[in-house]
């Protein structure tokens, strides 16, 4: 059985980056005008439209807390979201682990003291999938957080790497993702610093995961300065219709 | 939801909010004495439409339709089925609607909203009774294998004239559908080729083709209210006023379908006339759109 090279000796991957390159990114703001607030996030092929309805009356009484709001995510993929259609889209267990994932990660990081006895929803839904969906619902649901006017400690970005041909890569796809190398996964508060989400899976020696960690945080930081520039052009935006 | 007025009264704005929202009948009926909306719409005029053709990628047929802020995103992908004993040479179209909790906010997680299952039966049935795909095109080796075409269509921003919407993302996701090439291998089963010349056997169908259209089903809902009607609502006049009639034509201005599901008000044939003759208007601009869309996809 042959070993397929993910990294060609000149040092490029399957889809013609760097190791160290992240795929395009491409975010809009404002899709669904139905919602509090929404996004639309794309890295490479894989895209994610994320809403947020809140804060509003909590639907089930019994979850009403009395000291801060209520944070609902839900994660779904489309059916033709992957190469084959999926049957079950979502309640399957990789689609409820994702959507705890997401939950705690946003729940950590907005103010929910500042809304009691309230409800946030937040809603992801995968219209295609190559590999990182769980950073772009991640990065999506922040932009779209910020979109609904939610007041958060900081934004939260996420990317993944990993190491395979024994080179860290950065943003891997779903080929690079289903190598069977490891995967790590960084969700982080820029401003701040901290790590919030880390997920790994396979084998990894301690020092290579250092370097792999750090390559998925530099990542995450970049994602972070264009989040910030989407977010001030809508802004600019917004004044400009207000006739500021 | 308008954008706000820079210039007005802020006192003045809330309070016309405000009576939107505690008296939402009265404030369609001041527009309605006027013969307008308030989006500034005339009475029979349908909101901006467009279409999108090939909007994902990784489907072999796909389309993203807009009627205002009602978004659809339709996506077809076929697979190899072994056709009934009772029809060996058709091939099988199964027609699925989502709406998933982002489209609107009374859809909540874990349980489908009651317009979705509603609106797929509906589509299903306009659909396959229309006559646009006929089945027989979908047969690859007579009793052994046909095509199995799954549509899907996500609601992603519900603002009235789901139906509609959802028809029309059908509609266009089947116009740029293209078949695979497929072959037959040793164990008789059949596979996707990868590419021409790649593979010494032979294909089944030569080159991706296109499925030949009928004729095309165009719909439009409108809204009857005392002796006024309104086409195509917005979710806002669907939810105050309850009693719509669809009615479906194809591009030879036939009847394809009719739906009108109760309602307060009992309509006189005189109405409804008049909602076909609405949709006799819409038909030629939806098929503007659609012959637009589709050329435009051609010149690449």
Not at chain 1, 99 to 106: A, D, E, G, K, N
Request: charged share 25%; with cysteine.
């Amino acid at each position: 059985m042959s070993k397929t090279e993910y990294v060609s000796p000149e040092g490029l991957r399957l889809d013609g980056r760097r190791p160290m390159e992240m795929r395009q990114l491409r975010a809009e703001i404002g899709t669904v005008s139905r919602a509090n607030g929404s996004a639309v996030f794309e890295m490479g092929n894989t895209k994610v439209i994320a809403a947020v309805y809140g804060p509003r009356e909590v639907q089930n009484r019994s979850q009403l807390i009395n000291d801060h709001a209520l944070v609902r995510c839900e994660y779904s993929m489309a059916n033709f979201s992957t190469g084959d259609r999926m049957r079950k889209p979502k309640g399957d267990r990789r689609s409820t682990e994702i959507s705890l994932v997401i939950r705690q990660t946003m729940e950590a990081c907005i103010l929910t003291h500042l809304m009691p006895r309230s409800q946030i929803d937040i809603f992801v839904q995968v219209l295609q999938a190559d590999g990182g969906t769980r950073s772009a619902c991640i990065n999506a649901a922040t932009l779209a957080l910020a979109d609904a006017g939610i007041p958060m400690r900081d934004i939260v970005t996420s990317c993944s790497a990993g190491y395979l041909n024994s080179t860290p890569l950065l943003d891997l796809n779903y080929i690079e993702d289903s190598a069977g190398g490891p995967d790590v996964t960084v969700g982080i508060l820029p401003k701040l610093d901290k790590v919030t989400l880390l997920q790994m899976d396979a084998k990894l020696p301690v020092d290579i995961f250092e370097n792999v960690m750090g390559l998925a945080i530099e990542g995450c930081k970049a994602i972070a300065n264009y989040i910030r520039e989407v977010l001030l052009e809508n802004t600019k935006q917004l004044e400009y219709r207000r006739g500021l | 939801m308008g954008l706000p007025n820079a210039s007005g009264d802020l006192s003045t704005e809330v309070e016309v909010d405000a009576f939107r929202r505690l008296f939402p009948l009265r404030f369609f009926e001041k527009h309605l004495l006027e013969s307008i909306r308030p989006d500034a719409r005339p009475l029979g005029r349908a909101r901006d439409t467009t279409i999108a053709l090939g909007a994902v990628a990784s489907a072999n047929g796909s389309a993203l339709a807009k009627i205002g802020s009602t978004t659809m995103l339709a996506a077809i992908k076929m697979e190899v089925m072994t056709p009934s004993m009772e029809t060996p040479d058709e091939g099988c179209i199964a027609i699925d609607f989502h709406m998933p909790p982002i489209c609107s906010p009374i859809v909540r997680p874990g349980r489908p909203a009651e317009a979705a299952p509603v609106v797929a039966k509906q589509l299903s049935d306009t659909i396959l009774s229309s006559g646009m795909i006929n089945l027989k095109e979908l047969s690859l080796v007579s009793g052994k294998a046909a095509w199995m075409a799954y549509l899907d269509i996500y609601c992603l921003d519900a603002d009235g004239a789901l139906f509609d919407a959802a028809l029309l993302a059908a509609v266009a996701a089947f116009s740029h559908l293209e078949i695979p090439v497929v072959s037959l291998n040793d164990d008789g089963k059949i596979v996707l080729s990868e590419g021409q010349g790649l593979s010494d056997r032979e294909p089944v169908n030569k080159e991706k083709r296109k499925v030949n259209l009928g004729s095309i089903p165009f719909s439009l809902t409108c809204i009857l209210h005392k002796n006024h009607i309104l086409a195509d609502p917005t979710s806002e006049e669907e939810s105050i006023m309850e009693t719509f009639v669809t009615v479906v034509l194809d591009s030879s201005s036939q009847l394809v379908s009719l739906y009108k599901p109760g309602g307060p008000v009992l309509a006189y044939t005189s109405a409804i006339q008049d909602c076909i003759a609405l949709t006799r208007q819409r038909v030629k601009e939806l098929r503007k759109i659609l012959e637009e869309a589709i050329s435009g996809m051609e010149v690449d």
